[in-house]
Nanobody, 123 residues
């Protein structure tokens, strides 16, 4: 039973920072691509950031480039999303995701989703 559990969300003012964590159980993530998505009220879920199975390359949505950083700690079976210079438009539920295939740089098609953690950024 694979589970992805996000934590670290909260309420911050614009310009502040948060670090989200995604702890995996039921599988070791060292050979899987991992990613973060988000969904704001009234909008579709969108891609935020991903990291390939080796951790050697990352991808970001244009809206978060230069502000967000995705990383992984395979020893802790955890993926992180460091979010700096937060904006009100970053307000959303953030979801962790894992690829189904091993040794891949592509998360899609997503095999497993976390339950989400709320991030609220005030102006």
């Amino acid at each position: 039973q694979v589970q992805l559990v996000e934590s670290g969300g909260g309420f911050v003012q614009a310009g502040g920072s948060l670090r989200l964590s995604c702890a995996a159980s039921g599988r070791t993530i060292n050979s899987y691509a991992m990613a973060w998505f988000r969904q704001a009220p009234g909008k579709e879920r969108e891609f935020v950031a991903s990291i390939i199975w080796t951790g050697g390359r990352t991808y970001y949505a244009d809206s978060v480039k230069g502000r967000f950083t995705i990383s992984r700690d395979n020893a802790k079976n955890t993926v992180y999303l460091q979010m700096n210079s937060l904006k009100p438009e970053d307000t959303a539920v953030y979801y962790c995701a894992s690829s189904g295939d091993r040794y891949t740089e592509y998360v899609k098609p997503v095999a497993y989703w976390g339950q989400g953690t709320q991030v609220t950024v005030s102006s």
